[in-house]
């Protein structure tokens, strides 16, 4: 029991003296002030703030796009965006959240549309509001050039803001600025699926693994899988074949088993 509290004694004291050695800055969160370690994302601030995180927050890597947010810093008129889980936090910056902006979103049977800007202004005709002003572009997290596939969109060239739009995460923030009241993102994913479905190439590769598999080749590998015992599991994952970091293109393992 002594040496249960003086363990405790000296975590509290570790605790208190990495805190000591942060740096403590004010940001507000709703209104609410909270100090918070200066080297803190918004997202880490919050949990740190006490928070607890159940909407606006996903893979906590920029990549869901789940945690857009919203912020002022002082001496600043601008309203400022960024992913919650990227931007680190600033002395007396003032944030709210916003994990879900209502968009317009077209419903529609890929199969039935065609890769062309006629059907695209027809399930969204409202792009030709757009009045170039790049807020879009300014507010994206992901350094999209927004303001550049809205007007290939325009144009008529799906593949264009397939291109462009590829590394969008759907945070919505885009939307949340434009003032012609635009859902960029959902025009860019359906041009996408358009991409993926009517213009880029069948993948050779993958429409012979499908016929392979169709014909029952990994069928007694697996049916010897499902009916191995766990030591013979483990013992397997542990002899399997990695590929080697920094390998080269044309890296292929030394057995075809499952090839
Ligand atoms: S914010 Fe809206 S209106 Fe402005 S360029 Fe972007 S899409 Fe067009
Ligand atoms: S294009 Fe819009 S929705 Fe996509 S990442 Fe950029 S700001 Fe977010
Ligand atoms: S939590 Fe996924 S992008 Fe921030």
Same mark, same amino acid.
């Given at each position: 029991?002594?040496?249960?509290?003086?363990?405790?004694?000296?975590?509290?004291?570790?605790?208190?003296? !990495?805190?000591?050695?942060?740096?403590?800055?004010?940001?507000?969160?709703?209104?609410? *002030?909270?100090?918070?370690?200066?080297?803190?994302?918004?997202? #880490?601030?919050?949990? /740190? =703030?006490?928070?607890?995180?159940?909407?606006?927050?996903?893979?906590?890597?920029?990549?869901?796009?789940?945690?857009?947010?919203?912020?002022?810093? $002082?001496?600043?008129?601008?309203?400022?965006?960024? !992913?919650?889980?990227?931007?680190?936090?600033? $002395?007396?910056?003032?944030?709210?959240?916003?994990?879900?902006?209502?968009?317009?979103?077209?419903?529609?049977?890929?199969?039935?549309?065609? $890769?062309?800007?006629?059907?695209?202004?027809?399930?969204?005709? %409202?792009?030709?509001?757009?009045?170039?002003?790049?807020?879009?572009? #300014?507010?994206?997290?992901?350094?999209?050039?927004?303001?550049? /596939?809205?007007? &290939?969109?325009?144009?008529?060239?799906?593949?264009?803001?397939? %291109?462009?739009?590829?590394?969008?995460?759907?945070?919505?923030?885009?939307?949340?600025?434009?003032? =012609?009241?635009?859902?960029?993102?959902?025009?860019?994913?359906?041009?996408? &699926?358009? /991409?993926?479905?009517?213009?880029?190439?069948?993948?050779?590769?993958?429409?012979?693994?499908?016929?392979?598999?169709?014909?029952?080749?990994?069928?007694?590998?697996? *049916?010897?899988?499902?009916?191995?015992?766990? #030591?013979?599991?483990?013992?397997?994952? #542990? %002899?399997?074949?990695?590929?080697?970091?920094?390998?080269?293109?044309?890296?292929? $393992?030394?057995?075809?088993? /499952? !090839?």
């Amino acid at each position: 029991m002594a040496a249960q509290r003086k363990k405790k004694k000296r975590a509290d004291a570790t605790g208190k003296k !990495l805190e000591q050695q942060q740096k403590l800055v004010p940001i507000f969160i709703m209104g609410q *002030r909270h100090l918070v370690p200066d080297s803190l994302t918004i997202q #880490k601030a919050m949990e /740190y =703030a006490g928070y607890q995180l159940v909407r606006g927050c996903g893979c906590r890597g920029g990549i869901c796009g789940a945690c857009g947010t919203v912020f002022r810093l $002082p001496d600043s008129y601008r309203v400022e965006v960024g !992913l919650a889980c990227q931007t680190v936090v600033k $002395p007396n910056m003032y944030l709210a959240q916003i994990p879900f902006f209502p968009a317009n979103k077209a419903v529609y049977d890929i199969e039935k549309l065609s $890769p062309t800007g006629a059907d695209v202004s027809k399930l969204y005709p %409202e792009i030709f509001k757009c009045v170039g002003c790049n807020v879009c572009t #300014k507010s994206c997290p992901m350094d999209i050039d927004v303001m550049e /596939y809205m007007a &290939r969109a325009i144009r008529g060239d799906v593949a264009g803001v397939a %291109e462009l739009s590829f590394d969008c995460v759907m945070c919505g923030l885009c939307a949340a600025r434009c003032p =012609a009241e635009l859902v960029q993102y959902n025009m860019a994913v359906l041009c996408r &699926r358009l /991409y993926a479905r009517h213009i880029a190439p069948r993948a050779q590769h993958l429409a012979e693994r499908v016929r392979e598999i169709e014909k029952g080749k990994y069928e007694r590998p697996l *049916r010897a899988l499902k009916s191995a015992d766990i #030591k013979d599991l483990k013992r397997l994952y #542990k %002899e399997r074949e990695i590929e080697p970091e920094m390998a080269e293109e044309d890296w292929t $393992p030394e057995s075809n088993d /499952y !090839l």
